[in-house]
């Protein structure tokens, strides 16, 4: 990539630098008001250095030092941290920590200063917008028992994207760059600030021409927008109690012509940069609007901050979903198969023998368009406050949030012949396969208060998550609702043994709430998380080692089609029980001093992590590929099960198959307990509970089942 310029001005001065450092100019003006409150990294209400947990923030000089575009590249470098690429330059990037699955980043808390930015963080999880990282200044990644400080999703932990705030006098910036494969960017930003109104005016346009090549040559790249305003304004500048106003607007947009269509793995290994024409069409846009309204109050040792805000998100991505005969992953994984030959052929721009005018044919491509819109709003407050009392000092920290959100599916699709290597429109009636309205309502509560004895730092608390959420799917004229309620307590301590050396240890509970309106009985991701470890920082010098142990009593995962489900298992949760992630996560870096102002910097990263599933478990997810069959058939190939206890609920063609397993191997029928389970009558639509003794119907050998 080469850089053309970067510059920052001031009113009085032009400076062109390559530290990039703002020049400030300030009119003579009367006696200055006292200065604003600086601002201090801190963790669960400890300095970064004592944190006891693991933490890590990365900081403007080192983000402007690499000016990644890619959120991923920039998260990678903190240990215990796991990136799965997908396109190549970050659209939709895919995060995991300490063995949590990336799949959309949706096992994580994602947050832009302090708030949740995805489209739907509880009704639909998978993060599809990211900010881009060259509007941020930091980037706080949060491990450990400090994550119960955020949620709703606490196994792994929490990531925090901090935006460039109000300048606090005139600046300036311009940055263009171009690069390979028609890669641009152009991001700039003004603002100023007399010490009772600033403002903060900033863009940024990256494009690029794609490095995947279509048959026809068509474009394959993307072009991003991101806008953001911010204003602030202090009540009484000269005051001893600070009232600050803000508000930030942005707005965010993306077209990209991207695809899930892969490759067999012979075209992979000839040409790993090509697509397929079925993929011709495929193309995602999307645009976002917020706006985050804040007010916060100093007094002495006492802070508040409030926040209202808004987020409105629309996509659409028209992509290949299917074939008309088979099966597309079972025709890319058996292309020698001569019943998959001729669909390969169709996929690569062939001629189909599909009849455009009676849209019937084996090898007919269907192409949908995915069209949802979501909302996340909501209210959050922090209040903080700080008490001395020699020997012992503490820092208080409680914290509230009331949020909506919602998302609204309407997936649909239509019919094309390839002919001459192009998709021609079928003669076939557009078909709705998802039309459905999710919500979600939450109330979140925290408390942590990290109190300091001498070297000793210990920092209790705990989170309280209240869910409820309904499906209303307008296809099956159904609706579903669910409720979960969660305590996440947690308890962490760090205590200083030498000069900047210290070491560490904390236990708290994971937690990762169920699919919205999963049915009544659907667990949770549950977890005890353990960490231990030692920490060494004294001035840019930075060295740690922590162990982590995660103890899943039910890991989840929500199948999505960026991880491969398709059909009746979309959006579906599945469960693989017991578990258990343990790892190491080390961690190293320093700035060495050379010539004058001149530093040679370095950072080093590794993590050791291994994940055991402690039984066995039925799934047709991708991400957790168990057992395929029936429940009770996985239950009866544990060997005898004399003395166990089974607890099973569900449909009642499924307890009874399942019953039957369990007492041919060997459970007593007192020890087989059931939960009510209900049944819908297909004419009526009236809703029938059970609970009689749901004695098997057949015999052992019975093909009647329950397949998950």
Known sequence: MVRVHSLRTSSLALFLTALGVAGRARAESPPEPPPPPVSEVTIAGTRLARTPGSAHVVTERQLERYEYDDAQAIARQVPGVYVRQEDGVGLRPNIGIRGANPDRSKKLTLMEDGILFGPAPYSAPAAYYFPLMTRMTALRVVKGPSAIQYGPHTVG????????????????????????????????????????????????????????????????????????????????????????????????????????????????????YQRYAASALDQMKNHRTSFVFTHRFQQRNVKLRTDVYRHDYSRIWRKFNRLEGADPASVLRNPNDPR?????????????????????????????????????????????????????????????????????????????????????????????????LVKSDSLALYAVDAVTFGELTLTPGARVEVIRSTVDDRLKSTQ???????????????????????????????FSPPAPGSAEGTKPEYSVNYEAGARYSEGPARAEVIGFFNDYSNMTDVCSFASGCTGANLDQQFDAGAAHIYGIESYVAHEIPLVGKLTLPFNAAYTFTRGIFQNTFVSDDPSYPGRKGLVGDAAGERGSLHGRLALVCGSPEMVRHTVSRLRAGGIARSDIRFEQFATLDEDSHDLHHHTHDPEPARLPGSEEGYHA
Request: no cysteine; net charge negative.
């Open 480 to 510: 579903m609702s669910g409720f979960v309620r969660a305590l996440m307590p947690g308890v962490g301590a760090y205590h200083g043994v030498l000069r900047g050396l210290g070491v560490l240890a904390g236990v708290y509970r994971g």
């Open 157 to 272: 932990g929490a990531i925090d994207f901090v935006s460039r705030p109000v300048p606090d006098g005139p600046t300036a910036y311009a940055d263009l760059a171009f690069g390979d494969y028609g890669y641009g960017k152009v991001h700039a930003y003004v603002g100023g600030n007399d010490g009772q109104l600033g403002f903060l005016l900033e863009g940024v346009r990256l494009w690029n021409g794609g490095f995947k090549e279509l048959p026809s040559g068509a474009d394959t790249g993307s072009t991003r927008d991101d806008f953001m305003v911010k204003t602030s304004y202090v009540v009484d500048p000269r005051s001893s109690t600070r009232n600050e106003l803000g508000l930030k607007l942005a707005y965010a947009d993306e077209v990209s012509d991207e695809s899930y269509l892969g490759l067999t793995d012979a075209d992979f290994r000839a040409d790993p």
């Open 340 to 436: 998959n030959h001729e669909l390969l052929t169709v996929l690569k721009g062939g001629d189909a023998t599909a009849n455009p005018d009676t849209g019937t044919g084996a090898d007919l491509i269907w192409v949908g368009p995915n069209n949802r819109n979501f909302i996340s709003e909501g209210v959050q407050s922090v209040l903080s406050a700080s008490f001395d009392h020699a020997p012992v000092s503490q820092r208080l920290e409680l914290g509230f949030r009331l949020h909506h959100d919602q998302i609204d599916r309407r997936h649909s699709e239509n019919a094309f012949v390839m002919t001459s290597g192009e998709l021609v429109p079928a003669n076939r009636a557009e078909l709705v396969t998802t039309s459905q």
